[in-house]
């Protein structure tokens, strides 16, 4: 089996079995250090084939022996979290958009639409929470000891809890049917928290651009 890092053949003996999690791990944390720390994996492909996958949803899966090529591209970590902030930033606009749009028909009892409008809240939220916690997780960072209310003492993780809190009061209004109340909940507090959001990724960047700042 022959790895590619950015066009380049590396040296690497696979020893089998192997996973695609720990293949990956020691090119990124190995004693020799194949994909330099400060960059991150952003497409991976198999004999030709597109597998990025492979490093997240199919991880524990085992490499086939009979694997000829893999060939890995990387870009710096620090612009790929710009990037990957970024579109969230302008996701979030969309969110609050819906959140309103949302309340609004929920008010004029058009259920169908302003249920449509909550699902892809609710299906576009969950990964801009994981991403942050991925972020968080991947740099080490401690939400406890990052303030996001310094004038009240409100860590980022008592934040992103409180968040998580009335998403699930919505979910449950929605299980009553009481749509008054999902309405009152969307308008007034969720579409408040996308706001907020603004501000955790923008703290969160800033925490990130420190440590790459403090490690050069």
Partial sequence: MEIYVNDKVIDYKALFPLSWGKLFESLLKGTIQHIPRDEGIIRIKVDGEEALHLMTDDAEKLVPQTTAR?????????????????????????????????????????????????????????????????????????????????ATGQSLEE??????????????????????????YLEYQLAEEMDDWNKIINLLLTEVEAMFAKSN
Wanted: hydrophobic content about 45%; charged content about 30%.
């Fill in 70 to 150: 893999v060939e890995i591209f990387t870009k710096n970590a620090l612009e790929i979290i710009r990037e990957s902030f970024g579109r969230i930033i302008s996701l979030l606009d969309k969110i609050k958009e819906k959140t309103v749009n949302a309340a609004d028909l929920y008010r004029e009892g058009n259920i169908k639409d302003a249920s449509e409008n909550f699902v892809y809240v609710i299906e576009t939220i969950k990964p801009v929470v994981g991403m942050v916690e991925s972020v968080g997780q991947s740099f080490k960072l401690d939400f406890r000891e990052i303030l996001f209310n310094p």
């Fill in 159 to 184: 934040k992103i809890k409180t968040f998580l809190t009335t998403l699930q009061e919505v979910v449950m209004a929605q299980e009553k049917k009481d749509y008054v109340e999902m309405a009152d």
